[in-house]
């Protein structure tokens, strides 16, 4: 029997513990090592919400809700559907928090996400200093309010008093137990956990634990969600349905998403379409320049980008249109499927708006997707 | 069924030859950090490597020397073991230096804990006189290296001997090691290391190769 169990992440796992110097040590957390620092003692900061428009009444209800939680130190989870607001919801919260002289943390385990956050919540709270934590940017790590991934939460010991826990079933912190527990060291107060697609036993789960649960079926425009349309197109078929539907596509003028399930499949079908329209552009997560591609895509007002999940979550585009590109892929799972589709008609000006899944076979991961997506619009 | 020792997924043998050599990395990290073999001269001598000094070995040797995770150092010659072992037979392998505080601070030496598994003698024949870390220097400063190595004394040099290091970034520190053993005689050197800088791509656009083409056809033509 192994007796060791690390301190840091409690990995007890025989094949991730190795010997030095006829020591044990963790080999799991060993890329999460941090010199000790200082952390400042903070001061209470008045701040004032700049929101050009004003929280629907379920938004205040839940937002009135997390504060309650906060003030009797309970832990809560926000399950709102795509293109709720559920951000905006946390803004009070925030505001109380500063308020208090409490340390802050907004945390997402997308490092997209994380950059494309940094400016609204500059926007929304012109008067703080907002910090981004990432790779590649890492060396403040102290501000009024923290965003960062969930991989620089090592960084942090014993140091937030609220953390707002967004996308908290995104890849890589799903399924990561190492991640999980930095989360946990790094908090010593109470956690948010905001998602779109928390499963019945998380929600469950989380209740049993003493937590809070908050719900929300509806967006913020009252619109219903997109639903999901599969068109079945055997082998090599859907390579050229795909052509026909991006030129209809574009012809309305609207810019597109196209979803692929791997990087290869993302570079086959960028040479294939390069062929046929011009104003195509590919993102996925090794590729040195995404950032600025990503940026120069949401200037435009037509063309296609091909990408991974990477873009599933956190992007918003006024006339966004998805098509996602052999749906039926083990790699897509239900809650990859509602997130994709939850990127279409975010806009108030735009509500509307199109999701194809180009499949072999439907699969019972498009199906619950479907299901899902069917129930939160039948509470409108 | 394997565990890979970086990534820690599970794998299967893929190969013949894993199962007379058991893999340490599955075949996803060996991609990902860039095999690449190459036996060139420099300096007037054969020089080998073995891998790219690309982003994941890059990663992977820095989880091992600065993380101090002493398992990584048996993954980088796994799959390398018997060819080295008979081509380098007879040779004695001299490893680059390293200051006593940092091998101290470790706990290990980072070269033994990779070159140990060939099964070849070590020698350690040369030694820093200060703490200094090539992998902080920049530009012309690496040059700084050769008033820094010194000669262990008082140790006899073998007939063969291979130079080892780690990673071969601008050539300095194997420099210093050529400099120093200049006055003494013996009969053959090469030079091992793991990973060298990347070859620079030259590319080359479809105008400039059309262009190439086209001149060529016109030398042949014209004779």
Partial sequence: MNAYACPRCLNN???KIG?????????????????PWQPKTRHPIAVRIQLGYALTDAQQNISKGLINCYRNNQSAMVDAVTGSGKTEIVFGLIQIALAEGKRIGFVIPRKDVVIELIPRFK??????????????????????????????????????????????????????????????????????????????????????????????????????????????????????TIIELLYQMNKEGKPVFVFVPTIAIGQMLYRWLHIFIKDVSLAYSTIEQRQSIVEDFKKKTSGVLITTSILERGITMLGLQVIIFMADHPLYSTSTLIQMAGRVGRKKVDPEGKVILLVNKVTSDIKAAQEKITIANAYL | MLICKYCFRIFDPLH??????????????????????????????QIESLFDYGPVFQKMIYQFKSNLDVELGSVFLNQHNTYLKLKYFQYTFVLAPSHDDDLIKRGFHPLVEIFKAVGLPLLILFEKNRPY???????????????????????????????????????????????????????????????????????????????KIRNWKQDIWHG
């Fill in chain 1, 13 to 15: 796992d025989p094949f």
């Fill in chain 1, 123 to 240: 926007a929304v709270f012109p008067t703080i200093e907002v910090v981004g934590v990432f790779g590649g940017s890492s060396s403040i790590l102290e501000g009024d309010l923290v965003i960062l991934t969930t991989h620089q939460m090592y960084r942090y010991e014993q140091y937030f008093d609220v953390l707002i826990f967004d996308e908290v079933d995104a890849f890589p912190y799903a399924g990561d137990p190492v991640l999980k527990a930095m989360v946990k060291r790094a908090t010593k107060g109470i956690i948010i956990y905001l998602s779109a697609t928390f499963t019945r036993d998380d929600l469950n789960q989380f209740k049993n634990e003493g937590g809070k649960v908050f719900q929300l079926f509806k967006r913020f425009h009252g619109f219903p969600i997109p639903s999901l349309h599969y068109k079945i197109y055997p082998f090599f078929i859907k390579w050229f």
């Fill in chain 2, 16 to 45: 013949v030859w894993h199962f007379l050599q058991r893999p340490l990395l599955c075949r996803i990290c060996y991609q990902q950090i860039e095999w690449h073999h190459r036996i060139e001269r420099w300096q007037g001598i």
């Fill in chain 2, 133 to 211: 870390r090539q992998s902080e220097q920049q530009g012309r400063d690496r040059q700084g290296i050769q008033q820094v190595t010194i000669l262990k004394k008082s140790i006899s040099i073998p007939q063969r001997i291979c130079l080892v290091d780690d990673v071969m970034t601008t050539g300095e520190t194997l420099k210093a090691m050529i400099g120093l053993l200049k006055p003494i005689s013996f009969k053959h050197v090469k030079i091992l290391v793991l990973a060298r800088k990347k070859p620079e791509k030259i590319e080359i656009t479809r105008h400039a190769k059309n262009d």
């Fill in chain 1, 19 to 35: 010997l030095r110097n006829g020591l044990s040590y963790c080999r799991a957390c060993i890329q999460f090592q941090q010199e």
